[in-house]
């Protein structure tokens, strides 16, 4: 779940899920722990978290706290937006591949499911089928007994040809 941060003019940071101001401190730790967040400008709704995480960088990198490698940084500059991109097309890629993957171990027990739902349909037209039977031999008057004789087939008529 995405942690949604609001900027105020003030450039404070409120955190809505605890009702609070937060540091960016606070926020760089919650994105080390695996958190995501998105900041929106309070004002506008403009998604401000790009600025924000870029921030936190910059201070990390004046307080000496957190170095990133000198050549990841001029990669970034040299890139811009280009190194963002690619690297998300990157991960896109990845969750394609893993989603293709899981489609073709699902693959049969989709068809297991189709089946299935084919023999349930078949099940319940065979349940009706019966209830039919069922219902007519309740309903239906039962069938005069004749007596012995007319069971009999009647003998076989010698025809008569016109001479």
């Known amino acids: 779940m995405i942690r949604l941060i609001k900027r ?4 404070k940071l409120y955190d809505t899920e605890e009702s609070r101001y937060v540091s960016l401190d606070e926020i760089a730790a919650w994105i080390r722990s695996g958190a995501e967040v998105r900041v929106l400008d309070n004002a506008t709704s403009q998604d401000v978290t790009a600025q924000t995480l870029t921030q936190i960088i910059l201070d990390e ?16 500059v040299r890139l811009g937006e280009r190194a963002v991109s690619t690297g998300v097309e990157t991960v896109q890629h990845g969750v394609d591949r893993l989603v293709q993957a899981s489609m073709d171990r699902l693959a049969p027990v989709r068809r297991a499911r189709e089946e299935m739902s084919v023999l349930k349909t078949r099940l ?12 007519t031999e309740r309903t239906a008057p039962p069938a005069p007994s004749r007596p012995a004789e007319s069971r009999r087939s009647p ?3 010698k025809s008569r040809v016109a001479k």
């Open 155 to 157: 003998a076989p008529r």
């Open 8 to 11: 105020y003019e003030s450039r």
């Open 124 to 135: 319940e037209e065979l349940e009706v089928s019966l209830s039919r039977l069922e219902t």
């Open 61 to 76: 990198g004046r307080k000496g706290t957190r170095h990133l490698p000198n050549e990841l940084l001029h990669d970034l």
